[in-house]
Nanobody, 126 residues
Framework: VQLQASGGGLVQAGGSLRLSCAAS????????TGWFRQPPGKEREFVAG????????SYADSVKGRFTISRDGAKNTVYLQMLSLKPEDTAVYFC????????????????????WGQGTQVTVSS
């Protein structure tokens, strides 16, 4: 599976962006897609996840109510709609996918994902 993330950019605080993660290759083999981000000088952190088999997406507390993850199965694409962006949302955003099912409590761990996209920069100015 190859993942291509896109949609990042520079936006003012309060603005919005929509990130896309397009999958190609053996797309039938993955179940879980997650978005992670890595702020400057910090570790990579979970943002949101969505599973083909588990109906309810999961979000980090810091983005609940502002970000929405969704998937378009026909296009093999997962989206991250980001609203009310804040300067602290500034980071490189990565999408990742996992082949098999994973307990929801583990979605937060980057070590459980098998495939990673190249990252897209999101910069929110104050």
């Amino acid at each position: 599976v190859q993942l291509q993330a896109s949609g990042g950019g520079l936006v003012q605080a309060g603005g919005s962006l929509r990130l896309s993660c397009a999958a190609s290759g053996s797309t039938f083999s993955y179940d879980l897609t997650g978005w992670f981000r890595q702020p400057p000088g910090k570790e990579r952190e979970f943002v949101a996840g969505i599973s083909r088999t588990h109906g309810t997406p999961s979000y980090a507390d810091s983005v609940k109510g502002r970000f929405t993850i969704s998937r378009d199965g026909a296009k093999n694409t997962v989206y991250l709609q980001m609203l009310s962006l804040k300067p602290e949302d500034t980071a490189v955003y990565f999408c990742a996918a996992r082949r098999g099912r994973l307990a929801r409590s583990a979605w937060y761990g980057p070590q459980y994902y098998d495939y990673w996209g190249q990252g897209t920069q999101v910069t929110v100015s104050s």
